[in-house]
């Protein structure tokens, strides 16, 4: 049996982890536009080619509503992480 002594996190302690899951969750939004502006150029690129425009300002809208939710998702589970955190 292994015995491992975890002492009580402290405020400072706290606060700390707090700005690191607000780091891990900026890279997350960071990786997030990515991804959208990758989509934005492969469709203005398509649109160029022959795919009919008002398709792809549909395509365009889809996924800026979804960048828009999944943004949304990460800054509530960062709250909530946040939250967990702080709570004694």
């Known amino acids: 049996m292994i ?3 975890v002492p009580p996190l402290t405020e400072e ?4 982890l707090v700005k ?3 780091a891990y969750g900026e890279e997350t939004k960071i990786a997030i536009r990515n991804a959208r502006h990758k989509a934005m150029d492969f469709i ?8 009919p425009e008002d398709l792809g300002k549909r395509m365009e809208e889809q996924v800026q509503e ?3 939710e999944y ?3 990460v800054d509530e589970l960062l709250k909530a992480k946040e939250a967990d955190i702080m709570t004694i």
Request: charged share 50%; aromatic share 4%; hydrophobic share 30%.
């Open 44 to 51: 203005k690129k398509a649109m160029k080619e022959g795919y």
């Open 71 to 73: 943004v949304k998702k």
């Open 13 to 16: 302690r706290r606060r700390e």
């Open 20 to 22: 690191k899951a607000k």
């Open 3 to 5: 015995i491992i002594n």
């Open 66 to 68: 979804l960048t828009n």
